[in-house]
């Protein structure tokens, strides 16, 4: 009754958005994968496009893509799955940082592209992808100081955390020092069930980006 449109687990941060929503949700789906030389799904994997339309959600006679609508759509058909939190001012919080994340840390986005498969310790972060990486660790703080923890919003899983979870990844990747607090999270988040199921998917890709494979 449903079908996940996706590209790489390894590359694509927006994938995996709208894949860990989905499982998040509850919804039984299908993937349906885009190849990574498909010319849509090779601008998004770049950076090269300012819109796309992967991941792309279809269910019974819905058609939905972006993350954020993909995640609107859930939390109304399986409103038990608390996607968004039910205390007004949670939500709000929930949604204003994964609007943060939607829409912003470009420079991040450049200098920390999505690689799984890779790991390059002691790598170098320039001043203007630091900033976004402060900025990020603050949310992080103030959200589990404010909700308690452990997740980004309190107790369980919810939206925000599927927005933050590649960043989780990217930290990772690129060894990115951080405050014990954030690096507890970051650790945490890596070894949910479900982002191990999407990290061990990545790894069995064969598919390779030389843009996105670069030495650093």
């Keep these: 009754m449903a079908t996940l449109t996706i590209s790489s687990k390894n590359y694509s941060s927006w994938s995996m958005r709208g894949w860990l929503l989905c499982k998040m949700a509850g919804l039984s789906f299908e993937e349906e994968r885009v190849p990574t030389d498909d010319p849509d799904a090779k601008a998004e994997l770049l950076l090269l496009s300012p819109s796309f339309l992967v991941p792309r959600l279809v269910h019974e ?6 993350t954020l609508a993909i995640a609107a759509f859930l939390n109304e ?25 939607h829409s ?3 420079n991040m986005r450049s200098a920390l592209p999505m690689n799984i498969k890779a790991h390059y310790p002691g790598f170098k972060v320039w001043a203007g992808a630091q ?7 603050a949310i992080w703080r103030g959200c589990l100081t404010a909700h308690g923890g452990p997740f980004l919003m309190g107790a369980t899983p919810t939206l925000a955390d599927a927005m ?3 960043v989780c990844s990217r930290f990772t990747t690129y060894d990115v020092k951080l ?6 999270y970051r650790t945490r988040i890596m070894a949910l069930p479900l982002v191990q199921e999407w990290i061990e998917g990545a790894l069995s890709e064969p598919e390779e980006l030389e843009e996105l494979d670069a030495e650093f």
């Design 104 to 106: 912003g840390f470009a």
């Design 77 to 101: 058909v399986f409103p038990e799955a608390g996607l968004l939190p039910a205390d007004r001012a949670v939500r709000a919080h929930c949604l204003s940082i994964s609007g943060e994340m």
């Design 131 to 137: 900033a976004d990486i402060e900025r990020i660790a």
């Design 179 to 184: 405050d014990p607090q954030c690096e507890a």
């Design 61 to 66: 006679d819905v058609t939905v893509w972006d």
């Design 164 to 166: 933050y979870a590649p």
